[in-house]
């Protein structure tokens, strides 16, 4: 097992985890992994190589070979071309809860993800950070959040891109992957037995940092 630290933060689509996991690991000076960009970039990589999402073993076959990376300013590479934009979209996100339920595909990622892990320590978002990949983490913590207020983050955030939306096939959309996250036979969606629960509906990005940073603190790894 290993000795290098890890703070797990899992939780559905839309509850802030992402932007909360970032700015906590450039507070403590720690490593990030946006586990969700895996699956979004294993889906574009398929789509690009006209892998059908469907073909389990195809898909999963493309992840040896990915060449990802993130940088400090929140863009995601892959094969050297930033493809953050693309990964933002609704369509991605459906794309990599599509294949995330195949057992194939989630061991593939399971070594990827386990090798972001390097000192002085990993802070990595995702759905089963807590529960599977880094079951040793000293830290987890579960974020949630309304469907309905996860959906209006998502149409303010879409705006501010300059892109039309609508409330309600985002909220459809949400829903959809929740009970598909929820309850795919392989590592579902849920909150670690020994995590911290964090209900984000009515806190700010800035509140639930401090509140996982508190946390953090008082268990020696601020």
């Known amino acids: 097992m290993s000795t290098i630290p890890v703070i797990a933060i899992d939780g559905p689509s839309g509850v ?3 932007t909360v996991a970032r700015a906590l690991a450039k507070k403590l000076g720690w490593n990030f992994l946006d586990s969700g960009a895996l699956y979004r970039i294993l889906a574009l990589a398929a789509r690009n190589a006209g892998v059908p999402l469907e073909q389990a073993s195809a898909v999963a076959a493309l992840a040896a070979d ?4 993130f940088d400090e300013a929140g863009s995601t590479f892959l094969d050297g071309k930033d493809c953050s934009g693309e990964l933002r979209t609704e369509a991605a996100g459906a794309r990599a809860s599509t294949i995330a339920v195949f057992p194939e595909v989630r ?5 990827r993800q386990r090798a972001f892990r390097e000192s002085p320590g990993l802070v990595a978002d995702g759905r089963d950070m807590g529960t599977v990949v880094f079951t040793d983490a000293l830290l987890k913590v579960f974020l949630d959040a309304s469907a309905e207020e996860r959906a209006r983050r998502r149409l303010i955030q879409l705006k501010e891109m300059g892109r039309e939306a ?3 096939p985002l909220l459809a959309e949400i829903r959809a992957r929740d009970e598909r996250d929820r309850n795919r036979s392989t590592a ?3 909150p670690a037995v020994d995590a911290e629960v964090i209900d984000t509906t009515a806190i700010s990005a800035d509140g639930v940092l401090q509140k996982i940073f508190d946390l953090a603190t008082s268990r020696g790894l601020g």
């Not at 990915?66 to 990376?69: A, P, Q, S, T, W």
């Not at 061991?107 to 070594?111: D, E, M, Q, S």
């Open 66 to 69: 990915l060449r990802i990376r």
């Open 188 to 190: 579902p969606l849920k």
């Open 166 to 168: 609508t409330i309600a």
């Open 16 to 18: 802030g985890k992402g």
């Open 107 to 111: 061991a593939a990622l399971l070594r």
